[in-house]
């Protein structure tokens, strides 16, 4: 991807109403979803705009949201990148209550597996364990953090949802079960600490537990979204999978505002 | 794995002659290839032995090498844990002289595709080069190692066969194509120094370039040993591939400086 340049439109997904359409198959009212960028009105042939039903009982919000890129990467990770959720399976997430993070903890659980999910404050916690129904949740600053971890992963773990690396991601692949499966997503919020080194000090465990560690891009598993979003919205439906959103209201001014909040 | 008991039968794959049987479908003078362990006789059940024909044209010793764990795990590593080699792939073995990474090299070429290999002296790039038919030969010792480096993969890299980690699987990940795969077996040699750190500072190209990291132990792969023994055998007798081994003469005493040469 090339870099925005200085002045350019800020690049994002968004979705947009279409107001009006010399395109056939867009017409005037359609709603359309894709990288519409920090725009109030764009002007576009259409290519890579998709469009959008919004599923009866679902908000708005949700398309951009759990059935948006934040779903369809968890959806995509869990069943296109990882090996899809086995039984028995323990699935751990380390920035669990992240947007799509606590999107692929409720899939998960769907599944009828053990989740754990790890967080830095007790409000967290309780989304995940009290509205996200995680089995258990852990604080990585508590002292006892490590001790905490190996408890929860006692019966090993064969997901492992990851966006920090380091020490956890160590400690991870030390309570690995064999085959397990290290995930990596676009993670944005990494951007900035790009530099920070990783050190996987127990790299034989990638050999002896026959490691698979990916990373992925959302949009290369297009290919899937129908099927996605159709999972996603009949969990959403269940009461299964829980929407939660950070809604800015206001026109373009405030978007750089909602940039940053994800900082 | 458990680890050895002092004093027990050292672990080992080797090729036994049967001398009396009681087990149908074992006949005295058959060859069975298996872990049989640092003996000069075994009693054994049969279990994890496997018949073994010497193709014909073949020499003995291969059957331990260049058709047994050497060449399974090269074959098995490249084409059912990586992604298989595609046209136009460039492949780099991080220590291409080894006995497995030098199959590797050599199997790869068999689909017609760019070879770099890494290996600390001017004797193993002439193997290399001249016996395996590498594209490149890079010296990891040369002050001019990163630049060389840079230049050999300037088309990028498909597929990484790592068993070094560290600054060199740093400069690869920096120079991989997108959708790259690393691969990493079951290093014997690497054990001893598994407590050396790397640190991949370059993390975040995990997900832009959709790294795929695997790990394996080639026994894993036994459904596909015989497709191998096929294949390596049909390479062989065709002159793409070398076999090169390192035969110590002498009974069982001779042994132990045969592990230990492996360090």
């Not at 949009?219 to 269940?238: N, P, Q, V």
Request: glycine fraction near 12%; hydrophobic fraction near 45%; include cysteine.
């Amino acid at each position: 991807m090339d870099p925005i340049k200085i002045n350019g439109v800020m690049r994002a997904w968004g979705l947009a109403k279409i107001i009006v359409s010399k395109k056939k198959g867009f017409n005037e009212g359609d709603l359309v979803y894709g990288l519409v960028g920090f725009s109030e009105f764009v002007i576009t042939n259409g290519t890579g705009l998709n469009k959008i039903e919004v599923p009866s009982g679902d908000d708005i919000v949700d398309v951009l949201g759990v059935l948006g890129l934040n779903g369809l990467t968890a959806y995509a990770g869990l069943f296109d990148v990882a090996h899809g959720i086995k039984k028995g399976d323990r699935v751990v997430g380390s920035g669990a209550a992240g947007a799509t993070d606590s999107i692929v903890g409720q899939i998960a659980k769907t599944q009828g597996v053990h989740i754990v999910g790890i967080a830095g404050s007790n409000e967290k916690h309780d989304v995940l364990l009290n509205e996200f129904n995680f089995n258990v949740a852990l604080n990585y600053k508590k002292d006892t953090f490590k001790q905490d971890f190996i408890v929860a992963t006692n019966d090993g773990i064969g997901i492992y949802w990851d966006n920090v690396g380091g020490e956890i991601l160590e400690l991870a692949l030390e309570q690995a079960s064999n085959f397990p499966n290290i995930i990596n997503w676009g993670c944005i919020a990494e951007y900035n600490k790009s530099e920070a080194p990783i050190g996987i000090r127990n790299y034989f465990h990638i050999v002896t537990k026959r490691l698979t560690l990916r990373g992925f891009i959302c949009s290369d598993h297009y290919k899937i979204f129908g099927e996605a979003r159709k999972e996603l919205s009949a969990w959403l439906a269940s009461g299964q999978l829980k929407a939660k959103s950070a809604v800015l209201t206001g026109r373009m001014e405030k978007a750089p505002e909602a940039l940053a909040a994800l900082f």
